[in-house]
């Protein structure tokens, strides 16, 4: 530990035009998480503390990156680069209460130690999944390119998190879009208790940048004075030359994983070794030899650190955790959304589903000058359904991109684009592709307001559904995936007027949507539309026939296998709610309906278990119990993947089982 004074110096620094000034601060820089974490430390060992991931011995990889960058540069760190919160100057109050769980951090106590991330300060912390932070960064830097911004984005990862997928992603992605990411490798020996020899198979990660097309370097992360100059003299180069540089920096974790986890699998030889090449031992001993450090500056330096610590800590420590508030855990999941909604004005032409979607994206389009559409294919070509088509002469290829085959990288991507004050669209493919891109969806887009009130201002459309014979992985419906996820809305239309309506509020909406189009419905489905803009409020079912035997509750196909049959049957008198949106839900509306019918059918094309029928199922069960005459019945696809052959298909749909199963229910 830097508390040994006396090690020999085994670093050489080189520090060319560099004022004494600029290397004080180096080494200030240093010092500040160093001694943060020295404290942090003892309060582990008095139990004061729950958890530390310590970046010792990595400090002039976090300060001297950060220090070369602008403050209003957007940096994305790990769970290692205390030195990067440091240096942009977070006040240590604010950073002791953000770990202590309490108000004054950035997260009202919602996430722990360094995933959270402050707009004050630029800077975008980790989810624990690491891999995503990559292209989250580049979305800012795609942001910045777009709008002629000469800035540059970092983003660090561990050699561990050079693995992921997300990380090939991110790096290709920033590669063939050319962006100003600046990837900042810290290769520190051991991903948890996994040596470098378990986790690749080359001689250098940087070598990995041949493979993007990607410029790249290795830097000693140990020496802070290589550090400042290299990343210096290339984000310099970056701004005006836009470009991803990918840099290895080779360093060591000088402690365990985490405190409690230890080291034991590390040999005591390579400990000793890199102990010798302490960052911060070692540039104070070249301070001290060049004399631009005396002991009684050094002493002073920490005296007056220390004491900003101690500070720090009894304010942070004086106050109260944060109180549950129910309202307040609640309300903060969204971003506020208030816009009003715009009537439309006339009744307009009839035009198909597809048609409907593809215009309502064209106005979102002209209306947002700040949203940008990412897809595979859906620039020239148009995309695999055509709703993109001719967008590119309207908009540029810059507003309209065709993207690789990387769904997680690119909805991170979007992500990184509202966190940049953009708005971002993502066309899945297949609605069955988003699987490669749930993490992001699930864990950053959907957490991020409740983590660090950040909206991810995102409309992941969604082409989906059976009855085309395309089999198990371009058949599916598979909107219980999301809305079993807080943080995010669902919107699932049946016809064209709602699905330009709702798709414009998607547009309005700061919070991720996941927009669901049955391919089905895209051209057998038509109906009056107006051509003006206007919108429909989230979280409204459409009743589309009233009566008192029974109330059908259904959306996307369901609602026109409902009407099938009950323009065969035109006796039976039922009220057919079309739920138009599953996050939020219309629950008022299904209630009332169920009081007034007493009996309930719920049909999806969803399969059924975990379904959205067996919640609504449920909530009926909870709150109409004593209107009811007959048990809810729930009707969706039969339990198994979606089957191509014809016949196989029409089976496993659950129009026929609905038939009988609402007549039976009618029986009861
Ligand atoms: C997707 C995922 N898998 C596993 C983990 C558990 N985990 C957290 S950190 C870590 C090691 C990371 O190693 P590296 O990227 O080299 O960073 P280091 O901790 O060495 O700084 C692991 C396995 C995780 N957080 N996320």
């Given amino acids: 530990m830097e508390a040994d004074l006396d090690l020999a110096r085994t670093l050489d620094f080189h520090h060319g035009d560099l004022t004494k000034e600029t290397l004080l601060n180096l080494y200030k820089g240093m010092l500040r998480p160093r001694l943060i974490e020295e404290k942090m430390l003892i309060l582990l060992r ?4 729950s958890k530390w991931f310590s970046g010792i011995g990595q400090e002039a990889i976090s300060v001297g990156v950060t220090m070369a960058l602008d403050p209003d540069e957007y940096i994305l760190p790990m769970h290692r680069n205390l030195g990067v919160f440091t240096s942009r100057e977070i006040p240590l109050q604010r950073l002791f209460a953000q770990w202590q769980g309490k108000a004054s951090g950035f997260t009202k106590g919602r996430d722990r130690s360094f995933h959270f991330g402050t707009q004050e300060f630029n800077i ?4 624990s999944h690491l891999g995503p932070q990559m292209g989250v960064a580049d979305g800012i830097a795609l942001a ?3 709008r002629r911004e000469e800035k540059v984005t970092a983003v660090f990862t561990g050699e561990g998190g050079t693995s992921e997928g997300d990380f090939h992603e991110g790096l290709n992605i920033a590669s063939v879009w050319q962006l100003p990411v600046l990837f900042c490798i810290e290769n520190n020996g051991y991903g948890l208790s ?11 990660l940087a070598d990995r940048g041949v493979g993007y097309g990607m410029e790249s370097h290795i830097i000693d992360g140990n020496n802070i004075v290589e550090v400042y100059q290299q990343v210096d003299l290339l984000v310099r180069d970056m701004r ?4 991803p540089v990918l840099l290895e920096f080779k360093t060591f974790r000088m402690r365990g994983h985490e405190e409690a986890s230890g080291t034991k699998y590390v040999p005591q030889e390579l400990m000793e070794a890199w102990e010798k090449k302490d960052p911060v031992t070692n540039f104070r001993q070249y301070l001290l030899e060049e004399e631009i450090l005396s002991q009684e500056l050094d002493q002073q330096l920490r005296e007056a650190i220390k004491q900003e610590i101690d500070v720090g800590l009894e304010v942070a420590g004086a106050e109260d955790l944060v109180d549950f508030e129910l309202e307040r855990e609640l309300g903060d999941v969204y971003a506020p959304f208030d816009k009003e909604v715009v009537e439309p004005t006339s009744q307009g032409e009839e035009i198909r589903f597809i048609d409907a979607i593809s215009q309502g994206l064209r106005q979102s389009m002209q209306r947002h000058q700040n949203l940008v559409l990412m897809g595979q294919d859906i620039a020239e070509y148009g995309g695999v359904f055509k709703i993109t088509e001719s967008f590119v002469e309207e908009f540029g290829k810059d507003r309209v991109r065709n993207t690789p085959i990387c769904e997680s990288g690119i909805v991170s991507a979007a992500m990184g684009l509202s966190i940049a004050g953009m708005k971002a669209m993502v066309e899945m493919q297949f609605a069955d592709f988003v699987s490669s891109g749930f993490n992001p969806i699930v864990n950053y887009l959907a957490k991020v307001h409740y983590r660090w009130n950040q909206a991810a201002d995102v409309v992941i459309r969604m082409p989906c559904g059976g009855g085309v014979g395309a089999g198990p992985f371009h058949s599916q419906t598979n909107e219980a995936w999301f809305t079993k996820t807080p943080g995010l809305k669902v919107v699932y239309p049946a016809f064209p007027f709602d699905a330009k309506g709702l798709l414009n509020t998607a547009f309005n909406d700061p919070n991720p949507v996941l927009f669901f189009e049955h391919k089905g419905l895209y051209r057998k489905i038509r109906q009056e539309v107006p051509a003006e803009y206007y919108t429909i409020e989230f979280g409204k079912a459409s009743r589309l026939r009233s009566g008192d035997q029974v109330s059908i ?3 996307g196909a369901g609602v026109h296998w409902a009407l099938e049959v009950l323009e065969e049957y035109p006796d039976i008198e039922a009220d057919l709610l079309d739920l138009r949106t599953l996050a939020p839900l219309d629950t008022h509306s299904i209630f009332e309906s169920v009081r007034k019918t007493g009996k309930v059918i719920i049909l999806h094309e969803d399969t059924g278990f975990g379904g959205l029928a067996s919640d609504i199922g449920a909530m009926i069960a909870e709150e109409c ?3 009811l ?3 809810v019945v729930r009707v969706g696809s039969l339990e198994t993947p979606v089957p191509f052959g014809k016949h196989l298909e029409e089976n496993f749909l659950p129009p026929n089982r609905f038939r009988e199963k609402l007549q039976k229910l009618l029986d009861y």
Avoid at 46 to 49: D, P, T
Avoid at 124 to 127: E, H, Q, R, Y
Avoid at 240 to 243: T, Y
Wanted: net charge positive.
């Fill in 46 to 49: 008095q139990g004061k503390i």
């Fill in 124 to 127: 975008v912390g980790m989810i």
């Fill in 144 to 146: 910045h390119k777009l």
């Fill in 194 to 204: 996994t040596p470098v020899s378990e986790q690749y198979n080359c001689k250098n």
């Fill in 240 to 243: 005006k030359n836009p470009r």
């Fill in 553 to 555: 509750i259904t959306y």
């Fill in 625 to 627: 119990f004593e209107y």
């Fill in 629 to 631: 005459d007959a048990p």
